[in-house]
């Protein structure tokens, strides 16, 4: 499985080891050489020319998002959990803010 390393500047991204200590040690991008992020291997980068997209990845990024799975508890009424529902990345910039505010709420509760 293993990690992506991925530069928003240059809007790349490369898969890389399992090895998170080692890849934490040298996160920098293979192309341009600034610092790059290290996200979770489910993660589809945009097409390099998709400069929205690549905004989008990038202020999930800044928020603490790695990409990884990501679920909302389901519980009723009676505060009664009843398990877990996955919940999709937003895919335009019109709908990040209110998916970082909501994620935020969850946040908040640990």
Known sequence: MGFKLVCTNCCTSF??????QDIKNTAKCRTCGKPAHILHHKFKPPKKKAKKE???????IQNGFDF????VPLIDNKNQFWGN???????????????IEYAETFKQKK
């Open 68 to 71: 990884s799975s990501a679920y």
């Open 54 to 60: 690549w905004k989008l990845v990038e202020i999930l």
């Open 85 to 99: 529902l996955k919940v999709n990345y937003p895919d335009n910039l019109e709908d990040v803010k209110s998916f």
């Open 15 to 20: 898969s890389v080891g399992n090895d998170g």
